[in-house]
Each structure stands twice: as C-alpha cells, then as structure tokens.
C-alpha cells in the first residue's frame, strides 16, 4: 500500500483562483487542477492507494465549514486531515466531534495562520490533540511564497515536542524546507515524523542519504504536496533512492502511515 500523507484539494470554485495566485507569488507550477476528482485521477495514475488531504483557514469563521466540505470529500482513498484555528471556541468539544467524525489529524500552516508554534497560545490546541491522539501536521520551514519570519523552525517544533511528548508531530518537508541545517540539529533522533513532501526532488542526495540514516525510519511519511508535485514522478523518484533497502521503502511509502493512523 502506497499513502501519500501529504496533499491539498480545494472547491472547484476556487481551485483555479487559489493556484493562480500561489503560481503568482512562489513560482510554483502545479499539477492538477487542485480537485478532489483531478487527485483522484492522479492517484490512479502513480499507483497510491490513500492520499490525506487538507486546507488552511485562516480565520475562526472558516473553520467549520471548511471541515464540512472536507468530510464530504471522504471515499475510497481519501482520509481529511482537519483544519483548526487556535481561536475557535469551544476546542476541547469541536476536536473530540472531529476525531468522531472521521478526521485523521490536524494541519496546520502557521505562517498563513499567524503564530509561532511555540507559543503558549496554541497550548490548549495541542494538548487537546494529545488527549485525543490526534496527529498534528505542521507546515515546516520556508513557505516560497510568503515573506520572513518562518513560524515553524525546526528548534520550535523541537519545543513544542518537548512540552507535549505524547503528541504526535509531523514537520512537512523533511523538518523544514531550506531548514536543514536545524533539521539535523533539533529534530533529527526524535520522536517526530518527518514527511517527504514537495522536497524531496530538491534536497541534494548526500543530505537525503544522511537524514535515512540519523532518523528512525519508522518516523517518515511518503507525501508529495500534490497538486504542486507530480505523484507520479515523487513516487518513482522514491523508488529509485539507491541508499534504502526494500524493507525501508515499504516503511515509508505506507506502512508507517497505515500503523500511526490505524488504516
């Protein structure tokens, strides 16, 4: 089984709006139209049998129906991660309805969202999530198309997981894009999940080669970031990697997906 952790949909309304103004600001190609049924398609052709799925809010207003959409997007082969804000009211009780729902974890993008990771405010998000057992996925290190400060540095993420040990963290983009450095520093022999998503094409080898083999290889997540890679061309790249064994590949391609989410 191949999951892909990591990729995004959006309303076919506002697909093309969204992806032109990301294309505008990052130079970032993208690889299907940003809809559920152009990943479905896309999935088909690679080869992957579950991709998560999620969106960003970013104001408290959004986050209920964002979710609703998302949970109608549930199907075969497709698993929502949850969008929260940290000012939405009543948290405990909305993140318990959500796990109840169906929701496999939360994402979050703190630089379109507006705080630190660390903060003390998003406190009551995390333990929330911990109490529940409900995976946190952070969007780590540069985000190309928005300006410094980044919001999730490796080091931050590092005290965010020692202040809530028993909350599952995943750092996208192998800890941080354009991070990697503090990567190997902060994060690289912990607990958390690493996913391989957008970045994985970009990272020179030796330094790919040196993060498989300082990491637990049952904390890293195959993602692509679809639509703004091609699953297809992630996948094979992947399958290609001469420094893994079978027995690892398969580890990262799914089953270290389907065992963190009980698929």
């Not at 990943?39 to 209920?64: D, Y």
């Not at 009543?90 to 993140?95: E, P, R, T």
């Amino acid at each position: 089984m191949v999951i892909d952790f990591h990729t995004h949909i959006f309303p076919r309304h506002k697909g093309s709006a969204i992806l032109s103004d990301l294309s505008n600001r990052s130079d970032i190609s993208h690889y299907t139209n940003g809809s559920l049924e152009s990943l479905l398609q896309s999935m088909k052709q690679a080869g992957i049998e579950i991709s998560l799925v999620s969106r960003i809010t970013t104001h408290p207003k959004q986050v209920i129906s964002v979710n609703q959409w998302l949970h109608k997007c549930i199907r075969e082969g497709i698993r929502p991660m949850a969008a929260i804000h940290p000012d939405i009211p009543d948290l405990d009780a909305y993140m318990g309805t959500l796990k109840d729902l169906g929701f496999k974890g939360i994402k979050f993008h703190p630089d379109y969202q507006g705080f630190y990771v660390d903060d003390r405010k998003m406190y009551p998000v995390y333990e929330a999530a911990q109490a529940l057992q409900l995976p946190v996925l952070f969007h780590a290190g540069l985000d190309r198309g928005l300006p410094p400060p980044v919001h999730a540095t490796p080091r931050r993420l590092l005290i965010v997981h020692q202040q809530f040990p028993d909350l599952t963290m995943i750092a996208a983009h192998m800890g941080g894009e354009d991070n990697y450095d503090d990567t190997k520093t902060y994060l690289l022999g912990t607990d958390v999940y690493l996913d391989t998503a957008f970045v994985l094409r970009i990272m020179e080898k030796d330094a790919l080669a040196h993060f498989f083999s300082k990491h637990p290889i049952e904390r890293f997540l195959f993602g692509t970031d679809s639509p703004f890679t091609d699953q297809s061309t992630e996948l094979n790249y992947f399958l290609d990697l001469p420094f893994l064994t079978q027995d690892a590949k398969d580890k990262i391609l799914g089953q270290n997906a389907a065992d963190l989410l009980n698929l």
